[in-house]
Nanobody
């Protein structure tokens, strides 16, 4: 099993910045990729940023140039640095892990609320 705990959400004014953290525990060695998703009010959950299996990164078009995903392998933690925040970035942000050796499995964190005021 892989457990994920997010932190770092909050209320920020438009143009501001926040950094989200996602700490992983459990079967760390079985993790293939990790990423961030979000779900805004009345919207479906969508990909924000992720590490790819090839070792690169991928971003939603709406956040390119403003958000950056990074990781600290020593701390088993993935970060999402969010700059130039907009009201439309308001959502619950979820950390996701793709893990498993012979079977592809997914774990989600509990989510952290990000609210951007105009």
């Amino acid at each position: 099993q892989v457990q994920l705990v997010e932190s770092g959400g909050g209320l920020v004014q438009a143009g501001g910045s926040l950094r989200l953290s996602c700490a992983a525990s459990g079967s760390i060695s079985s993790i293939n990729t990790m990423g961030w998703y979000r779900q805004g009010p009345g919207k479906q959950r969508e990909l924000v940023a992720t590490f790819t299996r090839g070792g690169g990164t991928d971003y939603a078009d709406s956040v390119k140039g403003r958000f950056s995903i990074s990781r600290d392998t020593n701390k088993n933690t993935v970060y999402l640095q969010m700059n130039s925040l907009k009201p439309e970035d308001t959502a619950v942000y979820y950390c996701n892990a793709d893990w498993g050796t012979f079977t592809r499995l997914f774990s989600w964190g509990q989510g952290t609320q990000v609210t951007v005021s105009s």
